[in-house]
């Protein structure tokens, strides 16, 4: 998949949000995603950032969930 924009993460982010097939983790770290799509200054917390680490690693996380966790992940809180 290219490179998405912003506001094309924060949509698929969105409709994961109101998917009755997402699971609550997620959904979780959707909701972190849309809430950073306008506000540059926003951080993904080290408790988000681990979920979305975790939905990476599980071997059944769908295309748009991996597109969501890796945009959590990279708007993490730096440590140090």
């Not at 951080?43 to 748009?64: N, V």
Request: hydrophobic share 30%; glycine share 4%; proline share 2%.
């Amino acid at each position: 998949m290219s490179k998405l924009s912003s506001n094309e993460v924060a949509t698929i982010a969105s409709e994961t949000m109101r998917s009755n097939k997402s699971s609550n983790a997620v959904k979780s770290v959707a909701a972190s995603v849309v809430s950073q799509a306008n506000s540059p200054e926003k951080m993904t917390s080290p408790k988000k950032a681990k979920t979305a680490a975790r939905i990476l690693q599980d071997g059944r996380t769908s295309e748009k969930s991996k597109i969501i966790a890796g945009s959590a992940l990279s708007q993490r809180e730096k440590r140090g």
